[in-house]
């Protein structure tokens, strides 16, 4: 019964040594001497120009909503393409409704103007 499991832990371990492992070498390793330069925020090499609680424009929101949009679509087809053969008539409505579903949003981020660039 536990054998069934050795792989998964054996997964999460080599997960966590590849992510955990840079960052113990990187602390061991490099030097450590802070100055106000180093501690000073910045932008891109310059002071920072605003305040960072400014507000976000819209649009940023709704490029967020299409990419939820798209990957979610992605996200659901890759699998029920695999198996679209098994689950027959009722898997191949219920995909045509989710795309519906996505195509409402879609057509709502191109009235909003979401895809023009300006």
Do not use: H
């Not at 080599?14 to 070498?25: K, R, T």
């Not at 802070?34 to 507000?55: L, T, V, Y």
């Amino acid at each position: 019964m536990l054998e069934n499991y050795f792989p998964i832990l054996l997964f999460i371990f080599v997960g966590l040594a590849i992510g955990l492992g840079p960052i113990i070498l990187g602390t061991l390793v490099s030097p450590n001497k802070p100055n106000q330069a180093k501690n000073s925020p910045f932008e891109c090499g310059f002071e920072a120009f605003e305040d960072a609680r400014m507000k976000f424009d819209v649009r940023y929101y709704l490029v967020a909503i299409l990419f939820i949009i798209f990957d979610l679509e992605i996200t659901f087809l890759f699998p029920w393409a695999v198996v679209i053969d098994q689950i027959g008539m009722f898997g191949f409505i219920a995909m045509v409704i989710f795309l519906a579903i996505l195509v409402v949003g879609f057509i709502y981020e191109w009235k909003k103007g979401a895809l023009d660039w300006e």
